[in-house]
């Protein structure tokens, strides 16, 4: 290979004080002063979530306080990541919500392994897994990061249902077409 | 039963696909040939056809001829014999095929009629499928993709029904997603003989119930959940288990009797949720006893054997295996050989090689209640025939172990290997136990395995893969469903290595290592390998073995040999 030398130029005065450098600088750092601010003082201040943020995986309940999980296994079915883990159960008769007849045991959804996709969302047919706008999640071990059935509906909350679709099932079931 | 038609066989055309078939095939059976699929729900093949459901609705016709001449009559435009399409549409089921009858099963007006027949039956269907134990293997569901609306225009109320009537101890009935096939009906009264099933009221008010102080409680009552397109009638024991499209399908054997009924295990991540039969027209049809449906239960019961034992306290295969060679040499010649029926065939041959190694007489336990003369026989050993093939015995066993239990008194055996056998209930006291050195391999706890002085815990049906021989001399084989339980051996590796202890030559302890060895041996087993036996298994050949007094009496697709001649 032919070495090919490079002539380099000598600084002029002006580049050897480095000052125009120091004040070109400078006067970046102070436009900034004035702009507005971009960052926050997190865990202070708390970002504005847009509302289909996808958050944490969490089941509701309807407004009048019944879970609306009936554990058909459908999210269990989809999680690409196999996070979620459902015990499937019988709700007792007696309970005043027995014309659902069914209702999960158990309701694991281990967050080390959640991609948050929002799928379990989109497949289940009850509208009982929300993916709302909690995303911090923290743990010492394992076993704390995955999240039961009572701290997914401490999650999850309450949110306003439109259908009341078992409601109004057990409505026809008491005042429909018997003979 | 029917006899089976001769091959008079008849062409017919479906689809534009001409195909010959036997004589009295209906076009459901027909079109499965041609591999058409004509929906249906109340049609199943082992039931008589009643046509109610109105979903296997067909266009057909028959070739044109002249009523004077009888002369073909051509249509000009194809140069071929005209044909005459019936102007309605006729149903697939009820139809049996005759001699030129042509088909058409896809044709607009037949997608019209299968849309329409759809969609009434919707109309009072209740939108339970979230919460429906038959979501994933519903008829409904699968139709409906096919020819269903996807919106409902009936805006009246639907009929109400009960929803949770328990109709017998087994199976729970949701009368709202009842569409009124009738094969549970007709299952009742053909197949299972309890005619307690029926409908009442009229119209779309009719409702499925039991006759009134009587429940389905008979022996076959889950073949009904079985049959059932819809999620009307669920099994108690698998109701709201685990939805059936996580489950594992596993081919298997009912190792409840002699009649070694086809099933399917269904499981997941090593946890069994439920088996169901298996179509075998040459054993069982589609159908089997509800009693062994409840046989996975033993898979994970109490009582299973799950460490090595010497005399009582925990040990390692290893060492379990060299105290049993110490007790063979110990006591040579005193050495007896309890074999089972409920072992593979594989494991009765190489019980055989241990026995043949010890020098040791081989008694077997049988078991025998009462036969039901449909799918439960009364030889209670699946495999008793196995051990005859095999060569393990050359006589039928008897209930009481009364031989040894005399040479015990005697002091001539003074050590005994039972497999899968409990020795007090084939009629050993609790003294004569204790006089002998027992090797006991076998899957549960119970007074031998007690007293053994070296346990070996072995691995259920479930857990393992092999044949068994059934009643009618069929080699039928089983696959691994679940893995065993940390701690339990394979009966074959546990057999071949008491096969080295006891000094005999080396034996595979492998199921393809165990046929080479099988097929060397048996004459009539010559051609077979595990991976060639067929799904629907193999007939031996029975003639040697006509002679001995089989327990068994007449059931499904089994007559006898005594009832024959």
């Known amino acids: 290979m032919a070495v090919i030398p ?17 004040v070109s600088g400078l006067k970046t750092t102070f436009s900034y002063m004035f702009r507005p601010k971009v960052t926050m003082e997190y865990p202070e201040q708390r970002p504005e979530l847009p509302s289909n943020y996808r958050g944490v995986p969490t089941l509701v309940k309807d407004p009048n306080g019944r879970e609306k999980c009936v554990s058909c296994q459908l999210c269990e079915f989809v999680c690409p990541p196999k996070a979620i883990r459902i015990t499937p159960g019988e709700v007792p008769a007696g309970s005043g919500r027995e014309h659902v ?4 045991q158990a309701f694991d959804i281990d967050m080390l392994r959640c991609i948050y996709c929002g799928l379990c969302q989109e497949v289940c047919p009850e509208e009982a897994i929300f993916l709302q706008n909690q995303y911090s999640m923290t743990g010492y071990t394992r076993a704390e990061m995955v999240n039961d059935k009572a701290k997914l509906y401490e999650l ?11 409601d109004r099932k057990k409505e026809a079931e008491e005042h429909g077409n018997t003979h | 039963m029917i006899a089976t038609p001769k091959p008079d066989l008849v062409t017919v055309n479906i689809d534009g696909k001409e195909i010959a078939v036997p004589k009295g095939t209906n076009v459901i059976e027909a079109a499965r040939l041609v591999n058409v699929d004509v929906p249906h729900y109340c049609y199943h093949p082992k039931l008589s056809v009643v046509g109610n459901c109105r979903m296997c609705l067909i266009e057909m016709g028959m070739p044109a001829v002249d009523p004077a001449t009888k002369a073909p009559i051509i249509d000009p435009a194809t140069g071929k ?14 139809t049996n095929v005759s001699p030129g009858l042509h088909v058409k099963t896809t044709s607009p007006m037949v997608k019209d009629a299968r849309e329409g027949v759809m969609e009434f039956l919707l109309i009072n269907h209740p939108l339970d499928c979230p919460i429906c134990d038959q979501a994933g293997e519903c008829k409904l569901q699968e139709q409906s993709t096919g020819y269903g609306r996807g919106y409902s225009r009936f805006i009246e109320q639907k009929n109400v029904k009960p929803k949770r009537t328990q109709l017998g101890p087994r199976v729970v009935l ?12 007709r299952f009742s009264k053909e197949v299972a003989k309890d005619d307690v099933l029926g409908f009442i009221d009229r119209g779309s008010y009719s409702t499925l119930t039991c006759y009134p102080g009587k429940e389905l409680k008979n022996n076959y009552s889950l073949n009904t959940v079985d049959i059932c397109p819809v999620g009307a009638l669920t099994s108690t024991d698998f ?29 997941r991540e090593g946890v069994i949720y439920r088996i169901t039969p298996r179509r075998n027209d040459a054993v069982n049809d589609t159908w089997m006893a509800d009693s062994g449906r409840v046989l ?16 009582g306290n925990d040990s390692a295969l290893d060492i379990a295996v060299n105290t049993a060679a110490e007790l063979f040499k110990a006591a040579p010649g005193a050495v007896a050989v309890v074999g089972s029926g409920r072992s593979s065939v594989e494991e009765q041959f190489l019980t055989k090689q241990l026995a043949a190694a010890l020098k040791a007489p081989v008694a077997l336990v049988s078991r025998v209640g009462e036969g039901d003369g449909l799918l439960v026989s009364a030889d209670r050993n699946p495999n008793v025939r196995g051990a005859l093939v095999t060569g393990l015995i050359a006589a039928l066993p008897s209930s009481q172990l009364t031989g040894l239990a005399a040479d015990i008194d005697a002091g001539k055996v003074r050590v005994v290997v039972a497999v899968n056998e409990d020795l007090s209930a084939a009629g050993l006291t609790a003294a004569q136990l204790a006089k002998v050195s027992v090797i006991y391999l076998g899957t549960h706890r119970h007074a031998t395995s007690d007293a053994a002085k070296v346990v070996i815990p072995t691995l259920t049906v479930f857990e393992k893969s092999g044949t068994f021989v059934n009643q009618q001399f069929r080699l039928q084989k089983f696959l691994k469903a679940i893995p065993g339980p940390v701690g339990a051996t394979d009966d074959l590796t546990a057999l071949a290595r008491l096969v080295a202890a006891a000094g005999g030559s080396t034996v595979a302890g492998d199921l393809t290592g165990v046929w080479k060895a099988l097929a060397a041996a048996v004459p009539a087993l010559g051609a077979v ?15 040697p073995f006509a002679a001995l007094p089989f327990a068994e009496g007449e059931t499904l697709h089994y007559r006898p040999a005594a009832a024959t001649t």
């Open chain 1, 6 to 22: 490079v002539e380099r130029k000598p600084l002029s005065l002006a580049e050897r004080t480095y000052l125009p450098q120091i």
């Open chain 1, 101 to 104: 007849e069914k209702a999960p």
């Open chain 1, 156 to 166: 999850g909350g309450t949110l306003p249902d439109q259908h009341f679709k078992w």
């Open chain 2, 81 to 94: 014999q005209k044909i005459n399409w019936i102007p309605r549409p006729q149903i697939g089921c009820g």
């Open chain 2, 174 to 185: 949701d009368d709202e997603r009842c569409i009124l096939c009738s094969r549970c009906i």
């Open chain 2, 239 to 267: 109701r709201f288990k685990m939805r059936v499209w996580f489950l594992k399908q596993t081919n298997s054997i009912d190792t409840e009797t002699s009649v070694g009924a086809n099933t399917v295990v269904w499981s």
């Open chain 2, 296 to 311: 996975y239960k033993q898979v994970q019961a109490a009582d299973r054997l799950t460490a090595v034992q010497i005399n």
């Open chain 2, 529 to 543: 390998t595990f991976a060639n036996l067929p799904e629907t298994g193999l007939l031996l050949d029975a003639a």
